[in-house]
């Protein structure tokens, strides 16, 4: 009896727990509350229930002895009460009802009216049309665990985070199913799991609401509450005290689902990956940035960091000569092996030894200056240390307004980072970040996707920041169907026809003015003109007819862009698709872009894509535009 008590089935791909004997469900991995689990054997139905709805086991247990009396003394019209006082008359096996009361039970009516229509019971589940779901994949591939971002709702239904990511998990399935088929049928494929990450109940568990509410006006009361719950959040962070707070339970809480998700699944050999939305991302991008890699790992990035610039270090010297109008002394940098790193070490006596004279010493001195002071706040804030451990007692490793916060370590190395309608860029810029090192990656994790839709009104891009002098667009997310939106194409084509009528009309203008403005010429000269009046056409129509390529806007991609480590060297910035609807006004949907990710199929099979392809497996089909 004992061991009955204690018998547990784990469900829903191990993130409940049954207890049979109490018949509860109890959630694993979150804080939820305890539902109630039935063994059904007798259901019920009204004309708009849509399903049938089991009796509670002890009124089952009633319906069944009556039912067993009828049948073997073959005694129908039998009457029963429910614990609601509603009756139910067993008429013959095949026929049973509920009759609802009219009115409710008083000292006047003693007992329920058979009126009203009458519900539909039935014994066990044979012919109840009911989908029984097989079940997820029980082999677990790899694990994500997603942070929100600001308030307790995550989306415009106002739900939580655990039912935003049961969303997304349930689109992972579908994805997997559409995509990976072959993986799957070859059993190399099971599935991702995906756990979320609650940090706001800790935040305002702290007592900080009680405070808050002694402040708050009483007018207004309504959005008043929505604000202290949900964009104050955003100050919280910026605060040492509360920043403080949100880094301790995010880092806790994904050490603790990591350690309970490998006590429960000990044969999970694959990878992590982290996810976060709105703040959530900056959250785990500041986390993430102060992860201390092991010494070998810091080695070996710096001999690589080192191989880079020894190879393609010195032309990189060359360069800063040339711009610097001192390119008569390559040579000399060249002969010492000078490259970037070792220039920056340089001092003037370096130079002097070196037989540099002073003007353009002075001028190198200064341009090297001038560069560390631009690299010095992204470098310290890449790379921050603890204020006490500076030698120089000044708080360094805080530029200009980032919060000061002892940031945890993580007790696994994340696999990849994806950041959906994510405000990084915008938080770095404000913290005085003007640029990102293009040689700079995350110490322990070396992949990072910035994920938004082109409405978000949070979202910003990081590209922009490793490569300012360019201009170009962030990556096309493909359809999950493998194509463009019809009406993206729609528009791209007919951008496309309205530059080539431009450019053929203003061509047509330009011979009609030549043919006018041209002087007559001999008859005996007309061939040779007519040639050179040919040539000049085509020459001058090759400026115009150029520019019949699709403009910047309407490429996919730019191929051959440089953007840094911090993807180890792919792109970062991935914009998704509008829907036709949302073309219509972007800012009516402008709301619903930064809440849409949750639920976007093209969203969830980028992220599938790029976890799997880790473990070099692809997709069924490649959509067109991906990389």
């Known amino acids: 009896g004992k061991d009955q008590e204690d018998v547990v089935v784990p469900t829903s791909g191990g993130r409940y727990d049954v207890h049979l004997r109490a018949r509860q469900r109890v959630a694993v991995y979150w804080e939820e509350e305890v539902s109630e689990v039935r063994r059904c054997t007798w259901f019920y139905k009204g004309d708009k229930d849509n399903k049938f709805i089991p009796y509670s086991e002890s009124f089952s247990e009633e319906l069944e002895e009556a039912y067993m009396i009828a049948v073997t003394l073959d005694e129908w019209k039998k009457k029963l009460e429910s614990p609601n006082r509603e009756v139910i008359i067993l008429h013959n096996p095949k026929l049973m009802v509920h009759y609802h009361p009219v009115a409710s039970s008083d000292d006047w009516v003693s007992t329920p009216t058979e009126q009203g229509r009458p519900r539909t019971v039935k014994r066990g589940v044979e012919n109840i049309a009911v989908e029984i779901p097989s079940g997820e994949p029980l082999q677990i591939d790899h ?104 880094v301790d339970t995010v880092a806790s809480e994904m050490n603790r689902l990591h350690q309970l998700f490998l006590q429960r699944n000990p044969q999970f050999k694959g990878g992590v990956s982290i996810a976060g939305h709105s703040l959530g991302s900056l959250i785990l991008f ?226 009609a003015w030549q043919s006018f403005t041209r002087a007559p010429v001999p008859a005996l000269e007309a061939a040779s003109t007519e040639a050179e009046a040919e040539a000049e056409a085509g020459t001058e129509k090759q400026p115009d007819t150029k520019p019949e390529e699709p403009p910047a806007a309407v490429k996919e991609e730019t191929p051959l862009i440089n953007v840094g480590r911090l993807n180890g060297g792919n792109r970062i910035d991935y914009v998704l698709q509008e829907k036709p609807i949302e073309s219509f006004n972007e800012y009516l949907f402008a709301l619903q872009g930064h809440l849409c990710y949750w639920e976007s199929e093209d969203t969830v099979l980028l992220v599938l894509k790029e976890i799997y392809q880790t473990q070099g497996i692809t997709l069924d089909q490649p959509l067109p535009g991906s990389q």
């Open 143 to 246: 694990l994500v665990f997603v942070v929100h971002g600001i308030g307790p709702a995550c989306d415009i239904r106002f739900r939580s985070i655990v039912q935003c990511v049961n969303d997304f998990r349930n689109v992972s399935l579908s994805m997997l199913q559409a995509h990976f088929k072959k993986a799957q049928e070859q059993q190399q494929v099971g599935r991702v799991e995906f756990l979320p990450v609650n940090w706001h109940s800790s935040l305002h568990s702290t007592g900080v609401d009680v405070d808050l509410e002694r402040i708050t006006l009483p007018s207004i009361n309504r959005l008043r509450h929505f604000i202290n719950d949900t964009i104050l959040d955003v100050f919280f962070y910026n605060s040492s005290t509360y920043c403080q707070t949100i």
């Open 286 to 511: 500041d986390l993430l940035t102060n992860q201390k890699a092991d010494p070998e790992e810091d080695e070996h990035r710096a001999q690589g960091s080192g191989t880079a610039s020894s190879t393609g270090g010195i032309e990189e010297v060359k360069e800063i000569l040339k711009k610097l109008e001192l390119s008569e002394y390559c040579d000399v940098f060249e002969k010492e092996k000078m490259d970037r790193q070792a220039l920056s070490l340089c001092t003037e006596t370096n130079l002097k030894e070196m037989g540099i004279p002073l003007g353009p010493r002075m001028k190198i001195l200064h341009y090297l200056s001038s560069k560390t002071e631009m690299k010095v706040t992204a470098k310290l804030w890449l790379h921050p240390q603890s204020p006490h451990n500076t030698s120089t007692g000044t708080n360094l490793s805080v530029p200009l307004s980032q919060v000061s916060a002892n940031y945890p370590q993580l007790n696994y190395k994340p696999t990849i980072f994806f950041a959906f309608g994510s405000p990084i860029g915008m938080f770095l810029t404000v913290r005085g970040v003007k640029r990102i090192d293009p040689n700079y990656s995350l110490p322990t994790c070396k992949g990072f996707f910035n994920i938004f839709h082109p409405f978000d009104p949070v979202a910003y891009r990081i590209e922009p920041m490793i490569v300012p002098d360019l201009e170009f667009e962030p990556m096309l997310l493909p359809h999950h169907k493998g194509r463009k939106r019809m009406h993206l194409e729609l528009k791209e084509g007919l951008t496309r026809m309205s530059v080539d009528l431009k450019n053929n009309l203003l061509g047509s203008l330009r011979v």
